[in-house]
């Protein structure tokens, strides 16, 4: 683990990132130790950076994560797949909630990469409808920003791991996103998802998939009675790929899905991507 | 600055109040060196860990917090008044947002007291009407949780240190509070606070206020076209006090108010407690 360039273990108590969730977070699939879609990532961060007010040098930062990466190969490349995670917290300083620079500490850690992607990707998975409701709120929507107790207690829910995610709707009703994915549903055979401008994180795998479908997908709202009559539903962020929903936990009963083939076609895109990523 | 009764100053990088900001705290003001409504500060705190799902060893806490205050003495007492700050952070561990624990740590740190309360108590202050909308989410409000980066970007708005508050609407353009306070206006000669069912912190010098005051005030919602038309308006917390606003920026404008005996009897009330803190 790195803080600025230097390996830590630890933060200062009096950093923003900790005392009010003042900052930003990627995480990144090293995939044969090489980050995938490092750019998308980077743009993302960066538009975070814009809308909390914070300053990121991106030169710098780019190249604490090559040092960083190759400072740790002896621990990524023995396994194909591993999970870089940044960090960007305001440093301390201001007057309560005001803040007083708009300088961030970088934070790099490496973790391990899921151990049940491909199973869930070629089997499907159970996920489960989600009773908390996420708030609206435009200023914070899209970016990936580390206020995540929404996502926390929605995670809560589901009883045990047999359930692999949660899906989360806002408060009229409309379905956003899983707790830790985008959620793509085909519905009278077009392939929609969510927009993102009220709240939910616009996901990396979201925006290439979207690029990658083109005017096969469409950016629509859809409230969950219309979810319950999709062909397919599946889940997708950045680390897991794709995943199919083959069974929504509802309150009290449960509905299947198929896995169809937008979410084939979705995961040998990925797959491309990986077999390609320099 | 203690972390789970050791001094420290760090925290851990996987500590999941820096990943998520899962977790809460409380900022208690020190009056000659002992703390001012401890019972409140603690209740409010074991009310925000139910709500979590966190569990705390309250015996514990308030065994740490007399040794820390104890042995910061020869620190806190020179001064009149300091500020003990209590965080709750959920242990890392988990599957991402899904927690695996309901532990805690616990971190205490020491802070000066602001310098311009008694100032501001007396001659009131400037407070600006911030255009962020908070977002309405009735599973986080009124608890003093760390996800703070709507307080963040709402104390952004104002340009310059004279103002000493901001004023938060929620989306309907109700008023909630201060972003650091709660906040009192006295419309049609009754005396009235927003309800904080679905934003806002539920503060102690509100609850105090609210006790104190009895039959003669109201927790009722009121947009800000009504806050205009008040007699009078103050904002409070534990810390500060209560302070008299005396002048509200608007877009292009400003609107001006008399101090009130509301806020003044607010003030007494917070001085006879002070006096007689044990």
């Given at each position: 683990m790195w803080v600025n360039g230097q390996a830590a273990t630890q933060l200062s108590l009096l950093d923003r990132g900790l005392a009010y969730g003042d900052g930003l977070f990627e995480t990144i699939l090293l995939q044969q130790g090489k980050p995938v879609w490092l750019d998308a990532h980077l743009g993302r961060l960066q538009n975070g950076c814009d809308r909390l007010g914070l300053h990121i040098d991106r030169m710098l930062l780019q190249g604490e994560i090559t040092a960083f990466l190759e400072q740790n190969q002896h621990l990524i490349l023995p396994k194909s797949q591993a999970v870089l995670k940044i960090m960007l917290t305001r440093q301390s300083g201001g007057r309560g909630y005001r803040a007083a620079t708009r300088l961030c500490n970088r934070i790099l850690t490496l973790h391990p990469a899921p151990s049940d992607s491909a199973h869930n990707a070629t089997h499907g998975i159970k996920a489960f409808l989600c009773q908390f409701r996420l708030a609206q709120q435009p200023k914070l929507a899209g970016i990936k920003h580390l206020n995540r107790l929404e996502q926390v207690?929605?995670?809560?829910?589901?009883?045990?791991?047999?359930?692999?995610?949660?899906?989360?709707?806002?408060?009229?009703?409309?379905?956003?996103?899983?707790?830790?994915?985008?959620?793509?549903?085909?519905?009278?055979?077009?392939?929609?998802?969510?927009?993102?401008?009220?709240?939910?994180?616009?996901?990396?795998?979201?925006?290439?998939?979207?690029?990658?479908?083109?005017k096969q997908a469409k950016v629509q709202a859809f409230d969950y009675h219309a979810?319950?009559?999709?062909?397919?539903?599946?889940?997708?962020?950045?680390?897991?790929?794709?995943?199919?929903?083959v069974s929504l936990r509802l309150v009290a009963t449960h509905q299947e899905f198929a896995i169809g083939p937008y979410a084939r076609q979705a995961q040998q895109y990925f797959q491309s991507v990986l077999d390609h990523v320099d």
């Open positions: 207690l929605a995670s809560q829910e589901w009883p045990d791991d047999s359930y692999q995610e949660g899906v989360v709707l806002d408060r009229a009703d409309y379905v956003i996103e899983g707790t830790r994915t985008n959620l793509f549903a085909v519905i009278n055979q077009q392939l929609l998802t969510p927009g993102l401008d009220q709240c939910g994180v616009n996901g990396i795998m979201r925006q290439q998939l979207l690029q990658h479908f083109g979810m319950l009559e999709a062909d397919e539903i599946f889940v997708c962020n950045s680390i897991v790929g794709v995943w199919p929903v």
